[in-house]
């Protein structure tokens, strides 16, 4: 099974700051990786799918890269509503595997 | 607006089952493989099982496997799955999403791009 790591798993941060999230698979996924955010008591929502395009009604300040085994998440500048837990997953194999998590919060 | 809602949670004993359900509305249901997936109290996602858009496979994790069984009916767009020998590490929050029915799909479909808001199950004794 593909495993899929995060790191950091917590990040502290400020509005206004850049923040870069990694995504690292056990093996190569070509470019099948979804970002997700979920705020507390909330369901996921997609922001990133094909690990760089950006979900339509996502603000632009969300984006994504990579391929094979890497892959990130980059936040342009931190909004107060951008405080949140963000996942990546796997598309690869059946699995759908997700990533454990990044908290972004203050 | 495209709307899954879940029913079916609640509180049981270990070892009893239950039946969740998820109504889809607004979104060409028979198109699309459907997913459950879980998040235990104060944990991450976890993916549970998918099925087909045409209902014709199944494929489930390990966690699950012979316990789970997904099924969709197509004319009433809605999914379900049910849950037999529930187990205390099931508790957990489970949502139902859309998303491809098989992996490395077309680009364009790669993502689960619609979700329910979740039903709680807690399994305890």
């Known amino acids: 099974d593909i495993q899929l790591t995060q790191s950091p798993s917590f990040l502290s941060a400020s509005v206004g700051d850049r923040v870069t999230i990694t995504c690292r698979a056990s093996q190569d996924i070509d470019t099948y990786v979804a970002w997700y955010q979920q705020r507390p008591g909330k369901a996921p929502q997609l922001l990133i799918f094909?690990?760089?395009t950006l979900q339509f009604g996502v603000p632009s300040r969300f984006g994504g890269s990579g391929s094979g085994t890497e892959f990130t998440l980059t936040i342009s500048s931190l909004q107060p509503e951008d405080f949140a837990t963000y996942y990546c997953q796997q598309l690869y194999t059946y699995s759908f595997a997700f990533g454990p998590g990044t908290r972004v919060d203050f | 607006q495209v709307q899954l809602v879940e029913s079916g949670g609640g509180v049981v004993q270990p070892g009893m089952s239950l039946t969740l359900s998820c109504v889809v509305s607004?979104?060409?249901?028979?198109?699309?493989?459907m997913h459950w997936v879980r998040q235990a109290p104060g944990k991450g996602l976890e993916w549970v099982a998918v099925?087909?858009?045409?209902?014709?496979?199944?494929h489930y994790a390990d966690s699950v496997k012979g316990r789970f069984t997904i099924s969709r009916d197509n004319a009433k767009k809605t999914l379900f799955l049910q849950m037999n020998s529930l187990r205390v590490e099931d508790t957990a929050v489970y949502y139902c999403?859309?998303?491809?029915?098989?992996?490395?799909?077309?680009?364009?479909?790669?993502?689960?791009?619609?979700w329910g808001l979740g039903t709680l199950v807690s399994v305890s004794s």
């Open positions: 607004r979104l060409t249901f028979s198109s699309h493989g």
């Open positions: 094909a690990a760089s």
């Open positions: 999403a859309a998303g491809p029915s098989r992996p490395r799909p077309r680009v364009e479909v790669a993502k689960f791009d619609y």
């Open positions: 099925i087909w858009y045409d209902g014709n496979y199944e």
